[in-house]
């Protein structure tokens, strides 16, 4: 009972404790020496605490024995089912409000149809939270096909075509649980910008292994051809990330933050045929060891 009850136990330890110290107490108190009987009675009162006490502390013993400190970097069965509630909540009440919000406004009302993407793009948002947060222990690929299960009837509804690319064909190990989950959220960063700014007709994100100058590495990328980035900035850009400081707004600082979390290499420039090239490189060096870790 006190084991599935913390509680109870730590009253039960409480009150016993309590008990013990009165029984102590009352002996320095009381007039010495105690007559036979009484002395026997507060004897036996003190010996039964003592056996309480100790059996409360034997039940935790084999557990306090079995205990090793944490090396998975899994959370516990606790947190993720405090994640799931968490994540039925987003999508039952944020979900179904930015649904019924939707459904008041004409899709084809030019002067409603921002407000409607807009919304979109909310719920876009929260159902990726929502599958981030029950998908923790998800490969990359595992993770970009739940992004793309959510996003391809959003493209499809812009009129925004789009070639998937993601099908890793050698056993080279991908990065797992929260470098995937970074990155997976790099690629909706990118598909984000594009719904927003970029005014495209075609989408492609690919996923494929190569070989880089610090050897083998994957190549996770997103291509739009729409509007690219502005003239002002194309230059800068050239020279490196400094130049996409100015970009504020459409996320390139939250892209630069996770790849830099987990030690990829963000390269942003611009497209062959016009728009923008996001690519992510992840060397395979830095799959293996958090693959690893997953199975610890």
Request: charged share 20%; proline share 6%; glycine share 8%.
């Amino acid at each position: 009972m006190f084991r599935t009850r913390p509680p109870a136990y730590a009253l039960a330890c409480v009150v016993t404790w309590a008990v013990l110290l009165l029984v102590h107490t009352g002996v320095l108190w009381l007039p010495q020496p105690l007559a036979p009987r009484l002395a026997w009675a507060w004897y036996l009162i003190d010996l039964a605490c003592m056996l309480v006490i100790g059996a409360l502390v034997l039940m935790q013993l084999p557990r306090a024995l079995q205990w090793r400190p944490r090396r998975s970097l899994r959370p516990s069965p606790e947190v993720q089912q405090e994640r799931q509630r968490i994540a039925r909540d987003l999508h039952d009440q944020v979900g179904s409000q930015l649904v019924n919000a939707m459904a008041l406004l004409d899709g084809d009302d030019a002067t409603q149809r921002a407000a409607r993407q807009a919304l979109e793009q909310c719920m876009l948002d929260v159902r990726c939270l929502v599958d981030s947060m029950d998908g923790h222990d998800d490969s990359l690929a595992d993770g970009l096909a739940r992004l793309r299960h959510r996003i391809q009837p959003v493209l499809e509804r812009r009129g925004i075509r789009l070639v998937w690319a993601v099908e890793p064909a050698t056993h080279a190990p991908l990065p797992m649980g929260r470098r995937a989950h970074e990155l997976t959220s790099v690629v909706k960063e990118a598909i984000s910008n594009v719904l927003q700014h970029a005014d495209a007709s075609l989408l492609t994100v690919s996923l494929a292994e190569g070989l880089g100058a610090a050897g083998p590495e994957w190549r996770l990328c997103v291509v739009d051809n729409g509007n690219g980035l502005p003239s002002q900035i194309q230059a800068q850009a050239a020279g490196g990330l400094a130049g996409l400081a100015g970009l504020a707004g459409q996320g390139m600082a939250s892209m630069r933050e996770r790849v830099q979390r987990v030690g990829a290499t963000l390269q942003v420039t611009p497209a062959e045929h016009g728009g923008l090239s996001i690519c992510v490189v992840v060397p395979l060096a830095r799959s293996r060891p958090q693959l690893q870790s997953q199975r610890a």
